[in-house]
C-alpha cells in the first residue's frame, strides 16, 4: 500500500491521470508555507503580515467584507487550520481514496471537476447562512473559514453516488459500502451546522449536495463541468505552447462499409461515440457486479466517455 502511494506522488505533475496527487500536493505547500510564514512573522514581530497573506485565503462570512476579497470563493478550498495537523491530514486522506475512485471511472478531469464544484457550493452555501439567516447572521464574529472539506465531500459523495455499493475496508470496522461512510459524513455535518463549526459544516453540506447533482445529472447527459476544464485549458495556453502537428485523416469507405456490414448497431462503438444509454448500462453494471465485470470495451468506452 504505502509502494503504491509513494508511486502515485512521484512526477505527479508529469503522469496523466494524477489530478487528486496535484490538488494534495498543491493543499500541503499551501499549509507548509502558511505555517512557516506564522512562525517567523511570530519570531521576529511581523504579524500583520502574516494576516494580511492569511486572509487571502479566508473567506469572510459577512458579504460586504467578501466583496473586498472575491477571491477567497475559491482560495479557501487550499488552506488549512494551522491549528492542528488532523484537519488537513484526514481531509487529504479521504480525498486521496475516494478521489482514486472517480479517477478510475471517470477520469482525472472529474476530479478537478469535483473540488472546484465543491468548493464553490461549499462557499455559497456558507455566504447565504451567514447572510439570510438570523440565527447564523447572529454569529459572524470571527475572520474566516478555510478548508478543502467542502471539496472533499463533493468527491465522496460524488463516488458514494456513482459506485454506492463499493466496499472500503477500513481500520479496526472491516468492510464498509462507502455509501454508508459518505452517509455518515453529511449527517456528521448536519448536527454540526449549528455547534462551533457552524460555517464549515454548512458548507460541507452544500459540498456533498454539489457531489450529488453532479452525478446524477452527469448520468442524464448534462456535464455542469465543462467550463473549469475549458478554463483551465485556457489559462494553461498562457504557458504551455502547443506544438505544430498537423494530423489529417482520408475515411476509408470501403473498410467502414465493411465494418457496417458486419458489426450490428448498438449505438456506439470504442472507436465512435458512445450513447448515453450505454453509459448508463455500463455504470448500472458497475453497481451491481462491480468495475471487474466489464469488458474491455466497455472499459474503452466508459474511459472515452469521462474525457468528453
Do not use: C
Amino acid at each position: 500500500m504505502y509502494g503504491s502511494i509513494k508511486d502515485d506522488f512521484k512526477n505527479a505533475f508529469n503522469r496523466p491521470n494524477s489530478a487528486h496527487t496535484q490538488l494534495i500536493i498543491i493543499n500541503v505547500v499551501v499549509f507548509l508555507f502558511l505555517g512557516l510564514l506564522n512562525v517567523f512573522s511570530m519570531l521576529f514581530g511581523f504579524e500583520g503580515i502574516f494576516g494580511i497573506v492569511y486572509s487571502q485565503f479566508s473567506i469572510p462570512p459577512v458579504f460586504s467584507e467578501f466583496l473586498t476579497r472575491p477571491w477567497t470563493i475559491i482560495t479557501y478550498a487550499f488552506a488549512h487550520d494551522l491549528g492542528s495537523i488532523f484537519h488537513i491530514l484526514f481531509n487529504m486522506l479521504v480525498f486521496y481514496w475516494f478521489a482514486k475512485l472517480i479517477i478510475e471511472y471517470l477520469g482525472s478531469d472529474r476530479v478537478i471537476i469535483l473540488y472546484v464544484l465543491g468548493a464553490l457550493a461549499g462557499s455559497l452555501a456558507y455566504l447565504l447562512v451567514y447572510n439570510l439567516i438570523p440565527f447564523y447572521m447572529e454569529r459572524t464574529g470571527f475572520s474566516g473559514m478555510v478548508g478543502a472539506s467542502a471539496a472533499v465531500y463533493a468527491v465522496v459523495v460524488a463516488a458514494a453516488t456513482l459506485l454506492p455499493n463499493y466496499t472500503f475496508h477500513l481500520l479496526f470496522i472491516g468492510p464498509v459500502r462507502i455509501k454508508y461512510i459518505a452517509a455518515f459524513y453529511i449527517v456528521l455535518s448536519f448536527l454540526g451546522s449549528v455547534g462551533g463549526n457552524a460555517g464549515g459544516n454548512v458548507a460541507h453540506l452544500g459540498g456533498a449536495l454539489i457531489g450529488y447533482l453532479h452525478i446524477t445529472n452527469l448520468q442524464k447527459g448534462s456535464d455542469w463541468g465543462k467550463w473549469i476544464i475549458s478554463l483551465m485549458n485556457f489559462v494553461k495556453s498562457f504557458f504551455v505552447k502547443s506544438p505544430n502537428i498537423k494530423v489529417s485523416y482520408k475515411r476509408d469507405k470501403t473498410r467502414k462499409t465493411s465494418r457496417r456490414a458486419s458489426t450490428p448497431r448498438t449505438g456506439g462503438s470504442s472507436t465512435g461515440t458512445t450513447s448515453q444509454d450505454e453509459i448508463d448500462t455500463i455504470l448500472d453494471k458497475i453497481s451491481e457486479r462491480g468495475y471487474e465485470s466489464l469488458s474491455k470495451e466497455e472499459k474503452q468506452k466508459l474511459f472515452n466517455a469521462s474525457k468528453k
